[in-house]
């Protein structure tokens, strides 16, 4: 008999999606699950990912039942209902979030029951269940919001034609999720949008009062928030628009913002009017660049991505068709379900590039260290982009690696993010310093 399993996991069991409510201000989860089930997800998603601790709650501090053999046998409901009253007396929240595991789950806990005893319009409390056993991270994430959605939300008495709300980024799974939303914020705001963001510093419950009245939606993610958007739409009457990636550098980012100035009726000068003056300033920067881009005489062509789908187009489409590099193997690793395959994959190979090249959905991130073994690496080297698992293999072949996806254990990221022309140069800066250190060397 063959057993197998799946290496170096990009996601987390369910229980991460508490994480979407950490990014969210003033929101409190309230775990009822077992003590070692969100610590587990913390490292992957929290500190131990480019450095990102929670605000406004760390994630030490999240309060939890932590349910145990007792609870078991006999249920945690009362100790649950104790757990609440005592957070709603001593967490200054805004918006209360009760999360349970699997083994709440399977004996049956009754979360509304718990919720509905404490509910106020001052202090709403809302419960989701986020069994590991039902998906990853990414399905929990997408479950905080739907419960926010359907517990939480009133319909607008007006609406404002000229507000977005912004979706399909993940907080925490996106390891650049905070400085590009800032970002994207900044380019709507230039282009007279009025974005509503509820990730992030300073939005919070207000932003997230504010979704119902928005003209319409913004989905930039290849599928998360798909979903969501879809039912802000049968609920509110919202419209949506979906664009497939988060750009990256002049080709997308210019696309992008045409994009959303024809859907949104804003019309062209301002739009072009930004793009050529990004476009100037990026170009300015390649340039001066060049000789040093040219001295790289081994830097490798071809690429293989091993990453989540929203940094895998991404990245491909920058690396293809502004860069001019050739796709060998993208591995999409955030577990994406089986009826948005093929539009994603349809999505990865929509770049300028007439060959073929391998698209693999897996959850299993080894897969591409063991595909190292299959491959002659004596000149024809790659470059790599993922997370930090990929630091040793690409460290140890010296193949130019560029870290985009979650975990990111080995990198304080601050404020990186690859968005935007800014993005692009921040991007190629980063590749080509980490082709300089490995790639010059090799011996032909
Ligand atoms: S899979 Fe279940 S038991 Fe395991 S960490 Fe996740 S919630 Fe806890």
């Not at 799946?6 to 999606?17: A, F, I, K, L, N």
């Not at 997800?41 to 039942?65: A, D, F, H, K, R």
């Not at 991505?305 to 991404?314: D, F, I, P, Q």
């Amino acid at each position: 008999m063959t057993l197998s399993c799946t290496e170096q996991q990009r996601t987390t069991c369910s229980v991460g999606g508490m994480y979407t409510a950490l990014a969210i201000e003033k929101f409190l989860p309230i775990m009822h699950c077992g003590p070692g089930c969100y610590a587990n997800v913390s490292c992957t998603l929290g500190t131990m990912n480019g450095g990102q601790s929670p605000e406004t709650y760390n994630n030490s501090i999240v309060p939890s039942t932590n349910f145990c053999e007792d609870d078991v046998v006999f249920g945690g409901v009362d100790r649950l209902h104790a757990l609440v009253g005592e957070c709603i007396k001593y967490y200054d929240s805004d918006l209360y979030l009760i999360i349970d595991g699997c083994t709440a789950e399977i004996v049956g806990d009754d979360l509304e029951e718990v919720a509905n005893a404490f509910q106020s319009e001052e202090k709403p409390i809302i419960y989701t269940s986020l069994p590991g056993f039902k998906g990853n991270s990414v399905w929990g994430h997408g479950e905080v919001l739907a419960s926010i959605v359907d517990q939480y939300m009133k319909p607008a008495a007006d609406i404002d034609p000229l507000q977005v709300n912004i979706f399909g980024i993940v907080p925490y799974f996106d390891p650049h999720w905070s400085a590009t939303l800032d970002r994207l914020e900044e380019l709507l705001i230039y282009l007279g949008l009025k974005p509503n963001i509820i990730y992030g510093r300073n939005r919070g419950k207000k932003n997230i009062d504010k979704i119902p009245a928005a003209g319409f939606n913004l989905v930039l993610a290849p599928w998360t928030d798909l979903a969501l958007a879809e039912k802000l739409k049968e609920k509110f009457g919202t419209p949506y628009l979906h664009f497939d990636n988060q750009p990256i550098g002049p080709t997308e980012t210019a696309k992008f913002i045409r994009r959303i100035c024809k859907y949104a009726n804003l019309g062209e000068l301002k739009a072009e009017t930004y793009i050529k003056k990004e476009e100037d300033r990026y170009y300015y920067y390649l340039r001066r660049s060049y000789p040093w881009i040219y001295s790289c005489k081994n830097f490798p062509r071809e690429f293989v991505v091993n990453a989540s789908a929203a940094a895998a187009v991404s990245v491909s489409r920058f690396a293809v068709n502004d860069l001019g590099m050739i796709p060998k193997r993208i591995y999409v690793t955030d577990g994406i379900p089986e009826e948005y395959q093929p539009g994603v994959e349809a999505m990865l190979r929509d770049v300028e590039y007439d060959g073929d090249f391998e698209v693999i959905f897996t959850e299993d991130g080894g897969l591409f260290e063991d595909s190292l073994k299959y491959e002659d690496l004596t000149i024809r080297k790659l470059c790599v982009f993922g997370s930090s698992w990929e630091l040793v293999p690409t460290t140890k072949e010296k193949l130019p690696f560029v870290p985009v996806t979650t975990p990111l254990g080995d990198f304080m990221l601050g404020s990186k993010t690859y968005f935007g022309y800014e993005g692009g140069l921040t991007f190629m800066a980063d590749l080509y310093s980490d082709a300089a250190n490995k790639v010059i060397d090799v011996q032909i």
